[in-house]
């Protein structure tokens, strides 16, 4: 037991150099928006929520990655994420979860109306920052995660405050908000769904990461003697809310790498199956809406539609229907999988 003291020590020493060390109350200071000047806090915090939102929802409809980072950069939405972390190691509510909670409702807002000027013909997924947003996987909460522990240590160390507007903008945080908006507003449900799981995740790991890594640094220490009973339903129900995030994403990395799996396979069975046209070549396979599109580039007529089926047939689930469209302009309608 001393051992292990010992080395969690050092370790900590490492980390957070106690030249360096702000103490808990700085750090609260800079968090929490009830505390000190709070007029110019949440002033500041609302200017700025609702400007990053504009440009977060603006990015994403026109599908500009920089424009996007802009957003993630002046976003202030981690700061009372992370007061909820300080509030659960200081054992005490310091007033962030409203702000988080009509912050996001602000967002989401600012992308329900945007999408109401959206051409009735726009594509939701073929445009990649909402697309990418609205399949998380497992990926995005271990990214989560760390991102979560490196802002916790930039803001408990003086020297590596540059650090954050990296941190701001690792973390998704207002751009999944602006999906989850956008794509209510056009009365896409299952990906608007699948957004707020991108962001719920994000907020869950942050806020748990940043509790973890400010208990390690020895902040839980400063409040324990004055408040001995933690309340640990708080930690206990935030590891719960993380558990139960991480399960739809575990389930949607697994279909995500079986989909490749399954693209891969189409793929080879389309490129033997154009063999049979000379000059032919197969273009792209891609899974839209549960259907196998196969796209072809062909001089002449595809060859009968029946043997890529039989070829298919084993090599992915049973049922899943084939469209195979090629450059003459012709679709076919090749039928499912097993099905004939």
Known sequence: MADSSRLISR???????ESQRRTLEEVAEDLELRRGDTRSKQSAYWTMLTLSGLIATAGVLND????????????????PIMGIAVGVVQRRRNGSV????????????????????????????????????????????????ATGLAGAVALARRDVGAVLPGVAIAISLVPPLAVVGVCAGRGSWLLALGATLLFLSNLLALALSGMLMFTALGYATETAQALPHAPRRVRLMLTLLVSAVT??????TGITYLTAIWTERVQTAATAWVRQVPGAEVTSVSVTERTI???????SDLPPVDSLLAD?????????????????????????????
Not at 114 to 133: C, D, E, H, K, T
């Open 11 to 17: 370790l900590r020493s490492r980390v957070l150099p």
């Open 64 to 79: 500009s990655t920089a424009t996007v980072i802009g957003a993630m950069i002046i976003a202030p939405l981690s700061t």
């Open 98 to 145: 409203p702000f988080v909670f009509f912050g996001c409702l602000l967002v989401i807002v600012l992308g329900v109306l945007f999408s109401v000027v959206l051409p009735g013909s726009y594509n939701l997924l073929a445009n990649n920052q909402i697309s990418s947003r609205t399949s998380p996987g497992l990926l995005d909460l271990i990214a989560a995660l």
């Open 247 to 252: 399960l739809p994403l575990v389930a949607n």
């Open 293 to 299: 599109r196969v796209n072809v580039r062909t001089p």
């Open 312 to 340: 298919l047939n084993g090599q992915i689930p049973n049922g899943i229907p084939v469209v195979v469209e090629s450059t003459r302009g012709r679709q076919v309608e090749a039928g499912t999988v097993g099905g004939g």
